[in-house]
């Protein structure tokens, strides 16, 4: 177990040499990892994931019966967003809407039998 039980005690009680030695270790440590973060960002324009005609329709039509508010409607067509890239569709499609509204149907039953 050794004398210290605490790490920021036994790390108190490290020299100079030592605490040296342990910052050089972190040093090494951080610039390994550096070498192997590679970051590849797509650029996603939103303008073609907005949905048009009957979809926005849908979308509008269902917001209202549903009496969805600004943040459950902006959920639900994140989610579209995501079926649709999912699916490989290049727009937000009436389908995707209709799935990511069932979901939240399916949601607020469960809420309500809950």
């Keep these: 177990m050794g004398q210290y039980r605490n790490a920021s005690r036994a790390r108190k009680g490290l020299g100079p040499l030592a605490k040296r030695v342990e910052r050089k270790r972190k ?3 951080f610039e390994r990892l550096e070498d192997r973060l590679v ?7 939103f303008s073609n994931q ?3 005609g009957a979809a926005l329709t849908l979308l509008r039509d269902a917001a209202d019966a549903m009496r969805l508010s600004a943040r459950g409607y902006h959920r639900v067509l994140r989610v579209a967003r995501t079926l649709a890239d999912l699916d ?3 727009k937000v499609g009436r389908v995707h809407l209709a ?8 949601t607020d039953e469960v809420r309500r039998a809950a």
């Excluded at 970051?39 to 324009?45: G, K, N, P």
């Design 99 to 106: 799935e990511a509204l069932s979901y939240r149907a399916l």
């Design 27 to 29: 040093s090494w440590t």
């Design 88 to 90: 490989g569709a290049d």
């Design 50 to 52: 907005t949905p048009e």
């Design 39 to 45: 970051f590849s960002v797509q650029s996603v324009s």
